[in-house]
Protein backbone atom coordinates (compact mmCIF):
# COMPACT_ATOMS: atom_id res chain seq x y z
CA UNK A 1 0.00 0.00 0.00
CA UNK A 2 2.31 2.24 1.10
CA UNK A 3 4.64 1.82 -1.94
CA UNK A 4 1.72 2.25 -4.38
CA UNK A 5 1.26 5.84 -2.82
CA UNK A 6 4.85 6.83 -2.99
CA UNK A 7 4.94 5.72 -6.95
CA UNK A 8 1.36 7.45 -7.10
CA UNK A 9 3.09 10.45 -5.59
CA UNK A 10 6.13 10.64 -7.71
CA UNK A 11 4.21 10.38 -10.48
CA UNK A 12 1.65 12.91 -9.75
CA UNK A 13 4.54 15.18 -8.48
CA UNK A 14 6.00 15.18 -12.07
CA UNK A 15 2.34 15.60 -13.82
CA UNK A 16 1.83 18.47 -11.35
CA UNK A 17 5.20 20.19 -12.31
CA UNK A 18 4.32 20.00 -16.01
CA UNK A 19 0.54 21.68 -15.30
CA UNK A 20 2.44 24.53 -13.70
CA UNK A 21 4.52 24.84 -16.21
CA UNK A 22 2.44 24.91 -18.69
CA UNK A 23 0.16 27.41 -17.28
CA UNK A 24 2.85 29.83 -16.06
CA UNK A 25 3.74 29.60 -20.00
CA UNK A 26 0.16 30.98 -20.54
CA UNK A 27 0.31 33.74 -18.11
CA UNK A 28 -2.11 34.33 -15.07
CA UNK A 29 -5.81 35.35 -16.83
CA UNK A 30 -7.99 33.24 -17.94
CA UNK A 31 -9.70 33.85 -21.55
CA UNK A 32 -11.06 37.53 -21.58
CA UNK A 33 -14.07 38.12 -23.73
CA UNK A 34 -14.75 41.54 -24.73
CA UNK A 35 -17.92 41.00 -26.89
CA UNK A 36 -16.47 40.80 -30.55
CA UNK A 37 -14.42 37.66 -29.59
CA UNK A 38 -16.88 34.84 -27.88
CA UNK A 39 -14.65 32.44 -29.22
CA UNK A 40 -11.67 33.85 -27.18
CA UNK A 41 -13.22 32.78 -23.66
CA UNK A 42 -14.63 29.21 -25.17
CA UNK A 43 -10.87 28.47 -26.16
CA UNK A 44 -10.19 29.32 -22.46
CA UNK A 45 -6.58 31.39 -24.01
CA UNK A 46 -4.36 33.20 -21.64
CA UNK A 47 -4.89 36.98 -22.23
CA UNK A 48 -2.96 40.23 -20.75
CA UNK A 49 -4.99 42.97 -22.73
CA UNK A 50 -8.29 43.63 -24.05
CA UNK A 51 -9.03 43.95 -27.77
CA UNK A 52 -10.13 47.70 -27.96
CA UNK A 53 -12.99 47.48 -30.78
CA UNK A 54 -15.82 46.60 -28.49
CA UNK A 55 -18.87 45.35 -30.17
CA UNK A 56 -20.80 48.07 -31.57
CA UNK A 57 -24.06 46.09 -30.54
CA UNK A 58 -24.43 47.33 -27.55
CA UNK A 59 -23.78 51.22 -28.12
CA UNK A 60 -27.21 52.23 -28.10
CA UNK A 61 -28.35 50.29 -25.25
CA UNK A 62 -29.00 52.12 -22.03
CA UNK A 63 -26.84 50.16 -18.45
CA UNK A 64 -29.52 49.02 -16.86
CA UNK A 65 -30.22 45.78 -14.83
CA UNK A 66 -34.09 44.62 -13.95
CA UNK A 67 -35.39 43.24 -10.35
CA UNK A 68 -36.42 40.10 -12.44
CA UNK A 69 -35.12 36.62 -13.06
CA UNK A 70 -32.10 36.72 -15.56
CA UNK A 71 -31.71 32.93 -18.05
CA UNK A 72 -28.62 31.89 -19.11
CA UNK A 73 -29.27 34.05 -22.40
CA UNK A 74 -30.47 37.44 -20.65
CA UNK A 75 -27.65 36.71 -18.21
CA UNK A 76 -24.81 36.53 -20.93
CA UNK A 77 -26.51 39.40 -22.98
CA UNK A 78 -25.74 41.57 -19.64
CA UNK A 79 -22.24 40.68 -18.74
CA UNK A 80 -21.06 41.38 -22.22
CA UNK A 81 -23.51 44.59 -21.82
CA UNK A 82 -21.36 45.61 -18.69
CA UNK A 83 -17.94 44.78 -20.26
CA UNK A 84 -19.20 47.66 -23.68
CA UNK A 85 -19.80 49.98 -21.09
CA UNK A 86 -17.48 49.69 -18.70
CA UNK A 87 -14.21 48.26 -20.58
CA UNK A 88 -11.64 50.12 -18.03
CA UNK A 89 -13.63 48.39 -14.93
CA UNK A 90 -14.98 45.10 -15.85
CA UNK A 91 -13.60 41.90 -17.79
CA UNK A 92 -15.63 39.07 -18.92
CA UNK A 93 -13.99 35.69 -18.79
CA UNK A 94 -15.23 31.82 -18.52
CA UNK A 95 -13.40 29.34 -16.60
CA UNK A 96 -14.98 26.61 -18.47
CA UNK A 97 -18.57 24.86 -19.42
CA UNK A 98 -21.55 23.15 -17.79
CA UNK A 99 -22.46 19.64 -18.49
CA UNK A 100 -24.93 21.28 -21.30
CA UNK A 101 -22.15 23.43 -22.58
CA UNK A 102 -23.09 26.85 -20.63
CA UNK A 103 -20.37 28.67 -20.46
CA UNK A 104 -19.43 29.63 -16.54
CA UNK A 105 -19.05 32.87 -17.26
CA UNK A 106 -16.46 35.26 -14.74
CA UNK A 107 -16.61 38.93 -14.28
CA UNK A 108 -14.07 40.75 -13.13
CA UNK A 109 -14.78 44.34 -11.51
CA UNK A 110 -11.89 46.15 -10.83
CA UNK A 111 -9.47 49.32 -11.73
CA UNK A 112 -7.27 46.27 -13.18
CA UNK A 113 -9.74 43.88 -14.60
CA UNK A 114 -7.23 42.60 -16.91
CA UNK A 115 -4.27 42.07 -14.60
CA UNK A 116 -3.58 40.90 -11.35
CA UNK A 117 -2.25 44.04 -9.38
CA UNK A 118 0.85 42.71 -7.47
CA UNK A 119 0.42 43.10 -3.93
CA UNK A 120 -3.24 43.76 -4.15
CA UNK A 121 -5.50 40.85 -3.08
CA UNK A 122 -8.16 38.77 -5.53
CA UNK A 123 -11.66 38.43 -4.18
CA UNK A 124 -14.18 36.34 -5.60
CA UNK A 125 -18.19 35.56 -5.24
CA UNK A 126 -19.40 32.41 -6.20
CA UNK A 127 -23.25 31.86 -6.57
CA UNK A 128 -26.31 29.91 -7.73
CA UNK A 129 -23.87 26.50 -7.52
CA UNK A 130 -27.38 25.07 -6.26
CA UNK A 131 -29.32 26.09 -9.50
CA UNK A 132 -32.47 26.57 -7.59
CA UNK A 133 -31.25 28.97 -5.24
CA UNK A 134 -31.79 31.77 -7.81
CA UNK A 135 -31.64 34.95 -5.23
CA UNK A 136 -27.94 35.14 -5.05
CA UNK A 137 -27.61 34.89 -8.89
CA UNK A 138 -29.50 38.36 -9.13
CA UNK A 139 -28.02 39.38 -6.57
CA UNK A 140 -24.58 39.13 -7.80
CA UNK A 141 -25.69 40.99 -11.85
CA UNK A 142 -27.09 43.90 -9.00
CA UNK A 143 -23.56 44.00 -7.69
CA UNK A 144 -21.86 44.07 -10.71
CA UNK A 145 -24.23 47.22 -11.86
CA UNK A 146 -23.67 48.59 -8.73
CA UNK A 147 -20.29 48.56 -8.32
CA UNK A 148 -19.38 49.84 -11.74
CA UNK A 149 -21.95 52.80 -11.66
CA UNK A 150 -20.33 53.74 -8.54
CA UNK A 151 -16.71 53.94 -8.87
CA UNK A 152 -16.87 57.57 -10.15
CA UNK A 153 -19.05 58.63 -7.30
CA UNK A 154 -18.42 56.47 -4.59
CA UNK A 155 -14.80 56.59 -2.93
CA UNK A 156 -15.57 53.52 -1.24
CA UNK A 157 -16.55 51.82 -4.10
CA UNK A 158 -13.55 53.36 -5.92
CA UNK A 159 -11.35 52.90 -3.26
CA UNK A 160 -12.25 48.80 -3.17
CA UNK A 161 -12.00 49.04 -6.96
CA UNK A 162 -8.87 50.32 -7.00
CA UNK A 163 -7.40 47.93 -4.54
CA UNK A 164 -8.81 44.78 -5.24
CA UNK A 165 -9.45 43.03 -8.08
CA UNK A 166 -13.58 41.12 -7.62
CA UNK A 167 -14.21 37.82 -9.74
CA UNK A 168 -17.66 37.15 -9.79
CA UNK A 169 -19.28 33.95 -11.00
CA UNK A 170 -22.87 34.77 -11.02
CA UNK A 171 -24.31 31.16 -11.78
CA UNK A 172 -21.65 27.94 -11.08
CA UNK A 173 -24.67 25.65 -12.09
CA UNK A 174 -26.84 26.79 -14.89
CA UNK A 175 -27.99 23.86 -16.30
CA UNK A 176 -29.55 23.64 -12.53
CA UNK A 177 -31.23 27.40 -12.98
CA UNK A 178 -32.83 26.55 -16.42
CA UNK A 179 -34.79 23.70 -14.64
CA UNK A 180 -35.45 25.29 -12.00
CA UNK A 181 -38.70 27.03 -11.19
CA UNK A 182 -39.53 30.80 -9.65
CA UNK A 183 -41.95 30.78 -6.72
CA UNK A 184 -40.41 27.29 -5.57
CA UNK A 185 -38.89 28.03 -2.11
CA UNK A 186 -38.00 24.83 -1.36
CA UNK A 187 -37.33 21.30 -3.00
CA UNK A 188 -34.39 19.82 -4.46
CA UNK A 189 -35.58 20.65 -8.50
CA UNK A 190 -33.13 22.30 -10.24
CA UNK A 191 -30.59 22.49 -7.54
CA UNK A 192 -28.25 20.01 -9.00
CA UNK A 193 -26.06 19.67 -12.67
CA UNK A 194 -27.35 18.42 -14.97
CA UNK A 195 -26.09 14.99 -14.26
CA UNK A 196 -27.89 15.02 -10.81
CA UNK A 197 -24.61 15.52 -8.72
CA UNK A 198 -24.88 18.15 -5.91
CA UNK A 199 -21.92 20.28 -6.89
CA UNK A 200 -21.29 21.34 -3.33
CA UNK A 201 -20.60 18.12 -2.70
CA UNK A 202 -18.82 17.45 -5.34
CA UNK A 203 -15.15 18.76 -3.90
CA UNK A 204 -12.18 17.09 -2.47
CA UNK A 205 -12.76 16.52 1.17
CA UNK A 206 -9.92 17.45 3.94
CA UNK A 207 -11.41 14.92 6.60
CA UNK A 208 -13.37 12.10 4.38
CA UNK A 209 -12.44 10.35 1.34
CA UNK A 210 -14.92 11.59 -1.61
CA UNK A 211 -15.16 9.23 -4.17
CA UNK A 212 -17.67 11.38 -5.93
CA UNK A 213 -17.45 11.67 -9.73
CA UNK A 214 -15.79 14.92 -10.06
CA UNK A 215 -18.13 17.26 -12.33
CA UNK A 216 -17.40 19.59 -15.48
CA UNK A 217 -18.40 22.77 -13.21
CA UNK A 218 -16.31 21.62 -10.02
CA UNK A 219 -13.20 20.73 -11.89
CA UNK A 220 -13.94 24.26 -13.72
CA UNK A 221 -13.47 25.98 -10.60
CA UNK A 222 -10.74 23.38 -8.55
CA UNK A 223 -8.67 24.79 -12.03
CA UNK A 224 -9.61 28.56 -11.34
CA UNK A 225 -8.97 28.82 -7.91
CA UNK A 226 -5.51 27.06 -8.57
CA UNK A 227 -4.60 29.81 -11.00
CA UNK A 228 -5.42 32.95 -8.92
CA UNK A 229 -4.70 33.40 -5.10
CA UNK A 230 -7.84 34.64 -3.63
CA UNK A 231 -7.42 35.84 -0.51
CA UNK A 232 -11.21 35.97 0.11
CA UNK A 233 -14.64 34.24 -0.85
CA UNK A 234 -18.42 33.98 -0.14
CA UNK A 235 -20.34 30.88 -1.80
CA UNK A 236 -23.73 32.35 -1.82
CA UNK A 237 -26.89 30.01 -1.42
CA UNK A 238 -30.65 30.16 -0.68
CA UNK A 239 -33.15 28.48 1.49
CA UNK A 240 -31.65 29.81 5.11
CA UNK A 241 -30.75 33.06 6.21
CA UNK A 242 -27.26 32.79 8.01
CA UNK A 243 -23.12 33.15 7.13
CA UNK A 244 -21.81 29.63 7.69
CA UNK A 245 -18.08 29.03 7.79
CA UNK A 246 -15.89 26.16 8.00
CA UNK A 247 -14.90 23.45 8.60
CA UNK A 248 -18.22 21.79 6.91
CA UNK A 249 -17.06 18.37 7.81
CA UNK A 250 -15.72 16.90 10.94
CA UNK A 251 -13.71 13.98 11.73
CA UNK A 252 -16.04 12.38 14.05
CA UNK A 253 -19.38 12.32 11.89
CA UNK A 254 -18.77 8.38 11.94
CA UNK A 255 -19.15 8.52 15.58
CA UNK A 256 -22.32 10.71 16.44
CA UNK A 257 -25.39 11.33 14.86
CA UNK A 258 -26.00 15.21 15.91
CA UNK A 259 -24.08 18.20 14.51
CA UNK A 260 -21.29 19.33 16.92
CA UNK A 261 -18.71 22.37 15.93
CA UNK A 262 -16.18 21.51 13.91
CA UNK A 263 -13.48 24.51 14.24
CA UNK A 264 -10.43 25.57 12.17
CA UNK A 265 -7.82 27.49 13.71
CA UNK A 266 -8.41 30.48 12.40
CA UNK A 267 -11.92 30.29 14.23
CA UNK A 268 -11.74 33.95 15.48
CA UNK A 269 -11.44 35.27 11.75
CA UNK A 270 -14.18 32.83 10.18
CA UNK A 271 -16.48 34.56 12.89
CA UNK A 272 -15.95 37.72 12.35
CA UNK A 273 -15.78 37.57 8.80
CA UNK A 274 -19.56 36.00 8.98
CA UNK A 275 -20.70 38.70 11.72
CA UNK A 276 -19.38 41.45 9.24
CA UNK A 277 -21.62 39.59 6.56
CA UNK A 278 -24.28 39.33 9.19
CA UNK A 279 -24.19 42.41 11.03
CA UNK A 280 -24.62 44.45 7.32
CA UNK A 281 -27.20 42.61 7.04
CA UNK A 282 -30.87 43.77 7.06
CA UNK A 283 -32.30 40.96 8.96
CA UNK A 284 -30.07 37.76 8.93
CA UNK A 285 -27.48 39.65 12.14
CA UNK A 286 -30.91 39.78 13.94
CA UNK A 287 -31.25 35.82 14.07
CA UNK A 288 -34.36 36.16 12.20
CA UNK A 289 -35.82 32.60 11.79
CA UNK A 290 -37.07 30.86 8.48
CA UNK A 291 -39.81 28.98 9.71
CA UNK A 292 -41.62 29.76 13.11
CA UNK A 293 -41.06 26.24 14.16
CA UNK A 294 -37.20 26.27 13.68
CA UNK A 295 -34.95 28.64 16.08
CA UNK A 296 -32.71 31.47 14.01
CA UNK A 297 -29.52 30.92 14.02
CA UNK A 298 -27.59 33.53 17.10
CA UNK A 299 -25.78 36.41 15.35
CA UNK A 300 -27.05 35.59 12.49
CA UNK A 301 -23.87 32.80 11.76
CA UNK A 302 -23.08 29.19 12.86
CA UNK A 303 -20.09 26.84 11.90
CA UNK A 304 -20.90 24.50 9.19
CA UNK A 305 -20.79 20.59 11.00
CA UNK A 306 -22.70 22.64 14.02
CA UNK A 307 -25.74 22.80 11.53
CA UNK A 308 -25.10 20.11 9.43
CA UNK A 309 -21.97 18.29 8.65
CA UNK A 310 -21.32 17.56 4.91
CA UNK A 311 -18.58 15.93 2.97
CA UNK A 312 -17.03 17.61 -0.32
CA UNK A 313 -18.41 21.02 0.61
CA UNK A 314 -16.32 23.76 -1.79
CA UNK A 315 -15.31 26.14 1.26
CA UNK A 316 -13.72 23.94 3.24
CA UNK A 317 -11.77 22.86 0.34
CA UNK A 318 -11.16 26.55 -0.27
CA UNK A 319 -9.48 27.03 2.85
CA UNK A 320 -7.72 23.62 3.17
CA UNK A 321 -6.78 23.63 -0.37
CA UNK A 322 -5.69 27.16 -1.18
CA UNK A 323 -5.63 29.29 1.84
CA UNK A 324 -8.90 31.12 0.44
CA UNK A 325 -11.04 32.05 2.99
CA UNK A 326 -14.40 31.41 1.83
CA UNK A 327 -17.85 31.94 3.86
CA UNK A 328 -21.06 30.15 2.97
CA UNK A 329 -24.17 33.36 2.93
CA UNK A 330 -27.29 31.91 2.71
CA UNK A 331 -29.03 34.76 1.46
CA UNK A 332 -32.85 33.88 1.28
CA UNK A 333 -35.21 31.66 3.55
CA UNK A 334 -36.98 31.19 -0.07
CA UNK A 335 -34.74 29.74 -2.26
CA UNK A 336 -36.37 30.66 -5.70
CA UNK A 337 -39.17 33.83 -4.19
CA UNK A 338 -41.40 35.74 -7.10
CA UNK A 339 -39.39 37.91 -8.81
CA UNK A 340 -41.25 41.01 -6.82
CA UNK A 341 -38.79 40.47 -4.42
CA UNK A 342 -35.99 40.87 -5.12
CA UNK A 343 -35.56 44.92 -4.52
CA UNK A 344 -35.85 43.70 -1.25
CA UNK A 345 -33.33 40.85 -1.27
CA UNK A 346 -30.73 43.40 -3.13
CA UNK A 347 -31.60 46.14 -0.49
CA UNK A 348 -31.16 43.69 2.36
CA UNK A 349 -27.51 42.55 1.01
CA UNK A 350 -25.87 45.43 -0.46
CA UNK A 351 -24.17 46.87 2.04
CA UNK A 352 -22.76 43.22 3.02
CA UNK A 353 -21.70 42.26 0.34
CA UNK A 354 -19.81 45.31 -0.21
CA UNK A 355 -18.39 45.25 3.18
CA UNK A 356 -17.67 41.39 3.23
CA UNK A 357 -14.79 41.55 0.50
CA UNK A 358 -13.20 44.47 2.25
CA UNK A 359 -11.97 42.21 4.52
CA UNK A 360 -9.41 40.91 2.17
CA UNK A 361 -7.99 44.07 3.57
CA UNK A 362 -7.05 42.93 7.16
CA UNK A 363 -4.12 41.15 8.59
CA UNK A 364 -1.04 40.48 7.57
CA UNK A 365 0.67 41.08 3.77
CA UNK A 366 3.62 40.83 2.32
CA UNK A 367 6.27 39.36 -0.09
CA UNK A 368 9.16 36.44 0.61
CA UNK A 369 12.21 37.05 -1.69
CA UNK A 370 15.32 35.48 -1.89
CA UNK A 371 18.63 37.74 -0.50
CA UNK A 372 19.10 38.89 -3.94
CA UNK A 373 15.61 40.47 -3.82
CA UNK A 374 13.86 37.47 -6.41
CA UNK A 375 10.21 36.87 -5.59
CA UNK A 376 9.80 32.99 -3.97
CA UNK A 377 6.78 30.90 -5.15
CA UNK A 378 5.08 28.08 -3.16
CA UNK A 379 7.02 29.21 0.30
CA UNK A 380 5.07 27.54 2.55
CA UNK A 381 3.36 29.65 5.05
CA UNK A 382 2.13 29.13 8.53
CA UNK A 383 0.78 31.50 11.41
CA UNK A 384 2.13 29.91 14.18
CA UNK A 385 -0.65 27.97 16.24
CA UNK A 386 -3.06 28.05 13.34
CA UNK A 387 -1.92 24.89 11.68
CA UNK A 388 -3.30 25.54 7.97
CA UNK A 389 -0.84 27.19 5.76
CA UNK A 390 -0.54 28.76 2.83
CA UNK A 391 1.54 29.95 0.14
CA UNK A 392 3.32 32.36 -1.85
CA UNK A 393 2.21 33.34 -5.31
CA UNK A 394 4.88 33.42 -8.01
CA UNK A 395 5.33 37.05 -7.32
CA UNK A 396 6.08 36.08 -3.98
CA UNK A 397 2.58 38.07 -2.52
CA UNK A 398 1.05 36.59 0.52
CA UNK A 399 -2.00 37.51 2.11
CA UNK A 400 -4.02 36.54 5.59
CA UNK A 401 -6.73 37.63 7.05
CA UNK A 402 -6.05 38.03 10.49
CA UNK A 403 -8.04 39.68 13.64
CA UNK A 404 -5.87 42.38 15.97
CA UNK A 405 -3.19 40.88 17.69
CA UNK A 406 0.55 39.36 17.84
CA UNK A 407 1.59 36.68 15.96
CA UNK A 408 4.79 34.58 14.33
CA UNK A 409 4.99 34.14 10.54
CA UNK A 410 6.47 30.56 9.29
CA UNK A 411 8.58 30.37 6.13
CA UNK A 412 9.85 27.29 4.96
CA UNK A 413 11.32 26.53 1.24
CA UNK A 414 13.01 23.69 0.12
CA UNK A 415 17.00 24.78 0.38
CA UNK A 416 16.27 27.64 2.31
CA UNK A 417 16.76 28.22 6.20
CA UNK A 418 13.19 28.38 7.78
CA UNK A 419 12.26 31.64 9.67
CA UNK A 420 10.22 33.04 11.89
CA UNK A 421 9.23 36.12 12.53
CA UNK A 422 7.32 38.04 14.72
CA UNK A 423 4.53 40.76 13.78
CA UNK A 424 1.40 42.87 14.82
CA UNK A 425 -2.12 43.41 13.29
CA UNK A 426 -3.76 46.53 13.96
CA UNK A 427 -7.48 46.96 12.96
CA UNK A 428 -6.74 49.92 10.97
CA UNK A 429 -4.71 48.82 8.52
CA UNK A 430 -2.97 45.20 6.81
CA UNK A 431 0.23 45.26 8.33
CA UNK A 432 3.34 44.81 5.59
CA UNK A 433 5.84 42.12 5.91
CA UNK A 434 8.47 41.21 3.46
CA UNK A 435 10.30 38.33 4.31
CA UNK A 436 13.64 37.00 2.80
CA UNK A 437 14.77 33.50 3.04
CA UNK A 438 18.57 32.74 2.70
CA UNK A 439 19.61 29.67 1.02
CA UNK A 440 20.60 26.94 3.40
CA UNK A 441 24.82 25.90 3.18
CA UNK A 442 25.10 22.57 2.24
CA UNK A 443 26.56 19.80 4.57
CA UNK A 444 30.18 20.97 4.62
CA UNK A 445 28.59 24.12 5.87
CA UNK A 446 27.96 25.37 9.46
CA UNK A 447 24.13 25.89 8.80
CA UNK A 448 22.96 23.20 7.23
CA UNK A 449 19.38 22.69 7.14
CA UNK A 450 17.10 19.30 6.63
CA UNK A 451 13.65 19.47 5.20
CA UNK A 452 11.33 18.92 8.40
CA UNK A 453 9.24 15.93 9.44
CA UNK A 454 6.31 18.91 10.06
CA UNK A 455 6.33 19.88 6.21
CA UNK A 456 4.91 16.55 4.97
CA UNK A 457 1.29 16.30 4.32
CA UNK A 458 -0.71 15.24 7.73
CA UNK A 459 -0.22 11.77 8.06
CA UNK A 460 -4.13 10.88 8.04
CA UNK A 461 -4.28 11.72 4.83
CA UNK A 462 -1.68 8.77 4.22
CA UNK A 463 -3.96 6.35 6.51
CA UNK A 464 -7.40 7.29 4.66
CA UNK A 465 -5.55 6.81 1.34
CA UNK A 466 -7.26 9.28 -1.11
CA UNK A 467 -6.63 9.45 -4.78
CA UNK A 468 -3.49 12.00 -4.84
CA UNK A 469 -5.75 14.42 -7.42
CA UNK A 470 -7.54 15.22 -3.70
CA UNK A 471 -4.42 15.93 -2.40
CA UNK A 472 -3.66 19.08 -1.47
CA UNK A 473 -0.60 20.83 -4.05
CA UNK A 474 2.34 20.88 -2.56
CA UNK A 475 3.44 19.78 1.00
CA UNK A 476 2.94 23.13 2.10
CA UNK A 477 -0.48 24.18 2.04
CA UNK A 478 -0.69 21.62 5.10
CA UNK A 479 2.21 22.39 6.51
CA UNK A 480 2.81 20.74 9.69
CA UNK A 481 -0.36 19.50 11.18
CA UNK A 482 1.06 17.19 14.02
CA UNK A 483 -1.26 17.99 16.51
CA UNK A 484 -2.68 15.79 19.10
CA UNK A 485 -6.00 15.61 17.53
CA UNK A 486 -4.43 14.40 13.89
CA UNK A 487 -2.42 11.65 15.99
CA UNK A 488 -5.66 10.56 17.53
CA UNK A 489 -7.43 10.61 14.20
CA UNK A 490 -4.66 8.80 12.67
CA UNK A 491 -4.58 5.68 15.29
CA UNK A 492 -7.83 5.00 14.53
CA UNK A 493 -7.75 4.87 11.30
CA UNK A 494 -4.12 3.50 10.82
ZN1 LIG B 1 -27.26 25.82 -1.55
Known amino acids: MTLIYKKMKTICLVLLFISVSSADDARVNFGVEDGTNAKLAEQRNYQSSPIQNYNTEFSNEPYAIGFNYHDYEQMTKFL??????FPSLTALYSIGKSVQGRDLWVMVVSASPYEHMIGKPDVKYVANMHGNEAVSRELMLHLIHYLVTSYATDPYVRWMLDN???????????DGFEVSKEGTCEGGQGRYNARGFDLNRNFPDYFKQNNRRPQPE??????????????????LHGGALVASYPFDNTPNSLFQNYAAPSLTPDDDVFKHLSLVYSSNHAKMGRGVSCKSSTPGFKQGITNGAAWYPLTGGMQDFNYVWHGCMEVTLEVSCCKYPPANELPRYWEDNKMSLVKFLSEAH?????????????????VSLKIKSRDIGFQTTKYGEFWRILLPGVYKLEAYADGY????????????????????????????????????QQHQPPQYHQHLGPPYDQQPQG???????????NNFFGSIFG
Do not use: C
Not at 80 to 85: D, F, M, P, Q, Y
Not at 218 to 235: H, P
Not at 427 to 444: E, G
Open 218 to 235: TEAVKEWVSKIQFVLSGS
Open 164 to 174: TRIHILPSMNP
Open 475 to 485: SGILSSLSSGF
Open 417 to 452: VPREIEFMVVNDHPTLLNVTLYVAKRKDGPTYYRPQ
Open 80 to 85: RLTTSK
Open 362 to 378: RGIQGFVMDDNGNPLEK
